[in-house]
Structure formats: C-alpha cells, structure tokens
C-alpha cells in the first residue's frame, strides 16, 4: 500500500477528532422512511466446494448451454429449493404488450419462466480488438433481455467499429409523416413495424451474423445475410418484419480497445410493432452510458442485473 503524505494523515486525524455532533450531514439527510427499502437485493451468498456425482446424461444435458454447467446447477438447485419454500422465483417474462416499463416485470403482467429458459445464456468471445469488459457487458445486456422478453429469435450482428444513435430507426430518404426528410432517425421506443428498415449498413462493416432460436436460445446456422450490397434505395426499403420476422435484432460495435467507447441497439419485435433502442458506453474506469435512446440507464442496468444471473459466475468448464 502507497505510504500517505505528511498532510494526509494529518487530514485524517482531523476527521477522526471530530465528534457525531460536529459532523455536517446536510448532503446526507438521516433515513427516516425505510417503507421502501428492500432486504438482501444486493447479497450474493458465499459457495462452498462439494464433491457430487451426477448421472451422465444430466451433466450432458447441462454442458450443452454452453460454459458454467456447475454454476448453472447451482441456479437449478437453487430454483426447487426456492419453489418448495413456497417462494415465488424471480425469474419473470414480460407477457404484456401494454406494459409500461418492457424491462420490469410486474405481478399482473407475467409468467414465471421453465427452467430451460432460466439457463438462457449467448456466449460473445471478445476478439482481438474487443474490449473483452465491453463485450460481457453486451452479452449479460442480450442475455437479460431475452430472459425479460423471449423473442422467438435471435440474430446478433458485430460492426467492425463504433456507430452512432442515428442508427436507431434509421430511414433514409423513404419514410412516413414528419419524419419524411433525408437522413432522419424515428425517435420513439415503438416502432411500428410497417416502417422500421433495416439499418442500411454497408456488407462491409459486418464483422460476424449469428442466429440464435428460441425458447433455449441454441445457435443455429448464420443463415441468410441481413446486410447485403445492393442499391440504397432498395436497401431503405427492406422491412425489419418482411426481412426478418419474429426475429430480434442486435449490433454491436467492434475495434472497442482502440477506441475507447462502445455501442448497442436492439430492434426487438413486440406485437405489430418494436421496441427499438440504443445505448453508447464510453471507458472509464469502467463502462459507462454516455447516450441512452429507448431505453433509461436504469432500464438498462436491470438488463444488466438479469444477464448477470449465470454470467457473474461461470466457470470455464
């Protein structure tokens, strides 16, 4: 530990001399009302090495969602454990369309999810020039999302480098009402799904196009391109729901070490329209939100907080 300067410990006598009573907690008002306080939101419990013999099949059968089959057992465990308490388990999907918050579930808008749904887990290897922080960040974000909202499907797509909101909605020339001039970007969280295109990024930028499907999330083949060459007007023209149906999708940017920043949008399919949202991160001590489009940083964090259910804790099995 770094020795303190001569001022330093002087400064920290001074604070320890100090009584309760001369103490300025002006910025920091007591906490009267804890009506609304929650009780272990943020406890993680300690884990303890045991030694256990499972059948073949089962340890099979927990190995094929990828990496972390024992932390992954755990969270099984800890499931039935919860259900014969006669706790409910916290793992709930969105179901309403007409829900105000897409990110939070509530007690009339929800259905408990199957264990196969709770073990959901997309894998993003960082690449050479990923920042391999960013890159878990987009994958616990993804994870979250699909565990929150179960889209029949899945396409994830890396741009070789960083993009910018304009992105979100992005309808060139072609598009509808007020929003009818060149170059614009369509705003609002919802979509309909008779306008959103598909955002015209060049073949060339894509770095990688994987397909995942529902309910387990297994990858299956990249299938057909998103991103073709072919002529801007007709690229401005290619419908999300013609294109892609029943498909969300998701970018996100490559060459994070060099610069320094990062970005995700998602286009997830919702009823007749999308819920179509952005986010940039920035590094600094850590990864943080610099720009938020269609979604709140808080909305955000508890995508972050669900993804990080199995990723916090996966063992490289």
């Known amino acids: 530990m770094k020795k303190l300067a001569a001022t330093q410990k002087l400064e920290i006598a001074a604070i320890a001399a100090k009584t309760d009573a001369t103490i300025d907690f002006s910025e920091m008002p007591e ?18 090495p045991v030694t256990i013999r499972l059948d073949d099949d089962v340890i099979n059968w927990l190995k094929s969602f990828g990496r972390g089959y024992q932390t992954k057992a755990n969270l099984l465990l800890r499931h039935a454990m919860e259900a014969t308490r006669g706790r409910s388990v916290e793992y709930q999907r969105v179901s309403s369309v007409d829900s105000k918050d897409k990110f939070r579930s509530s007690q009339g808008n929800a259905e408990h999810k199957t264990l196969a749904e709770i073990l959901i887990q997309i894998e993003i290897a960082p690449l050479s020039d990923d920042d391999p922080e960013f890159v878990h960040t987009v994958a616990k974000a993804i994870n979250g999302m699909l565990r929150r909202c179960s889209p029949k499907n899945i396409a994830l797509i890396k741009i070789d480098n960083w993009f910018g909101s304009r992105w979100l909605g992005f309808c060139g020339t072609i598009c509808f009402g007020k929003y009818a001039r060149a170059g614009v970007s369509v705003r609002p969280s919802y979509l309909d799904h008779k306008h959103l295109t598909i955002p015209p990024f060049v073949p060339e930028r894509v770095v990688s196009q994987r397909r995942f499907a529902g309910p387990e999330f297994r990858e299956t083949d990249a299938g057909k391109l998103i991103h073709m060459q072919i002529p801007s007007k007709l690229a401005l023209r290619r419908k999300v729901a013609v294109e892609e149906p029943e498909t969300a999708l998701a970018w996100y940017s490559g060459n994070t070490i060099a610069n320094g920043r990062g970005s995700l949008m998602v286009y997830l399919p919702d009823g007749s329209s999308y819920c179509a949202w952005f986010v940039d991160l920035e590094h600094r001590e850590s990864w943080q939100i610099t720009e938020a489009r269609g979604i709140s940083p808080d909305e955000f964090s508890l995508l972050l907080e669900e993804g990080s259910v199995l990723h916090a804790s996966t063992l490289p099995n």
């Not at 906490?31 to 303890?48: C, L, N």
């Open 31 to 48: 906490v009267v009302d804890w009506s609304g306080a929650e009780i272990g939101r943020f406890h993680r419990p300690t884990k303890r």
